[in-house]
């Protein structure tokens, strides 16, 4: 596979209807939420999920990767070095469209945690709109810059456990207020007693979104 970022690859074909691209959290792989993607492909039979590793090695758990660095790091030096990663996902999406030769509204974004927050960042600044993102325990990493820089407008789904330790559900209802301002109509769900983690509910929820969206519309 010639993508900018090694890829694990699910429900592989030549020629798929739609392309679901999963971006993990901090530290983690794309084999970590391959699982994900092996949840859904069965009820996703013409897509093909695309779950590539983050950029660079982390530094906290050297055999997993992160999207950007988050360790003894000001809110500026994490915000700039977002737009590295936010560079590297772009071009991974246009080369997986390319390469398959669909259109980007055939495109869907997943992310959990840091994967959520540059899917974020990524979706809304895209001059070429992909269909639909889906946000599991996430936030916006910096609002004053993306409320400047809105450029697309893909149907949104965030999702958020009301427990979780490592991104507070605060970050999640300002986030939804950062949409509400800016005119977005998202869906959003919390899970109750649910801390850092996708629960099957929140499984269920975005198969059934993207079902709607990228699936039922394309």
Request: net charge positive; hydrophobic share 35%.
């Amino acid at each position: 596979m010639d993508y900018s970022l090694n890829t694990t690859v699910v429900n592989f074909q030549k020629s798929p209807r739609h392309i679901i691209i999963l971006c993990h959290g901090y530290g983690g792989d794309g084999n970590d939420i391959s699982l994900v993607a092996n949840y859904w492909k069965n009820f996703l039979p013409n897509t093909l999920f695309l779950c590539p590793d983050a950029p660079e090695i982390c530094k906290v758990n050297p055999d997993g990767f992160q999207w950007f660095d988050l360790m003894d790091q000001t809110e500026d030096e994490i915000f700039s070095k977002s737009l590295i990663a936010e560079n590297k996902l772009n071009k991974f999406i246009d080369d997986v469209v390319q390469k398959y030769k669909i259109s980007f509204n055939q495109v869907a974004l997943v992310g959990f945690s840091q994967g959520c927050m540059i899917s974020l960042q990524t979706a809304l600044k895209r001059k070429k709109k992909i269909n639909c993102l889906i946000g599991y325990s996430g936030k916006i990493i910096n609002q004053a810059h993306l409320s400047k820089n809105i450029v697309s407008r893909p149907e949104i789904y965030l999702m958020h456990g009301d427990k979780d330790q490592v991104v507070p559900i605060g970050d999640f209802l300002s986030s939804k207020e950062f949409f509400f301002k800016n005119k977005y109509k998202i869906h959003t769900k919390i899970f109750e007693k649910c801390e850092h983690r996708i629960p099957t509910e929140g499984l269920s929820l975005g198969l059934e979104f993207l079902k709607k969206n990228l699936v039922n519309n394309y």
